[in-house]
């Protein structure tokens, strides 16, 4: 139910110039007066329903946020399982070394873990991942 002109009573408010020129600019392009968008955008603050369309907003931010962590939490399982696996396969097919070449073996092994968190922190720090060098081998091998 439309109020003629006549009717309204006026409000005289006090606005950011930013938001001013903001609302000038969103009733330009509407071709319609600033005062009758600032007056819709209050009857929508002001509507019951308003805080129902703020709820459901929320709720699908965390629907997709509680859809993420599914998938993180899948994923990291995966990846423990994988971890655990070839760790029990490895262990269970080297075989021990003799008394004297153990220092030798520790020695090395110290190196190789030194080269390899180095590695781990270059490819931190640039970003690729594992998953991605995998589809696009496997995406180039088709």
């Known amino acids: 139910m439309a ?10 408010v006090y606005l950011d110039p930013d938001l001013k020129r903001r609302l000038a600019d969103f009733a330009d ?3 319609q007066s600033a005062s009758l ?12 329903d308003a805080d129902e369309r703020k709820e459901a907003v929320i709720v699908k931010r965390l629907d997709r946020l509680d859809r993420n962590l599914q998938r993180m ?5 995966i990846t423990n399982e994988t971890l655990a696996l070839f760790i029990r ?5 080297i075989v021990p ?3 004297n070449a153990q220092a030798v073996a520790r020695a090395k092994g110290a190196e190789r873990y030194e080269k390899f968190i180095e590695a781990l922190g270059h490819r931190l720090a640039k970003g ?4 991605q060098e995998l ?3 496997f995406t180039s091998n088709d």
């Open 29 to 31: 392009r509407r071709e």
């Open 135 to 137: 589809a696009h081998e």
């Open 97 to 99: 070394l003799p008394e």
């Open 89 to 93: 396969s490895w262990l269970n097919s």
């Open 37 to 48: 968008i600032a007056e819709a955008a209050i009857a929508s603050f002001l509507s019951p």
């Open 73 to 77: 939490e899948r994923d990291l399982e």
């Open 3 to 12: 109020v003629s002109p006549e009717k309204k009573q006026r409000l005289s």
């Open 128 to 131: 690729t991942r594992i998953r």
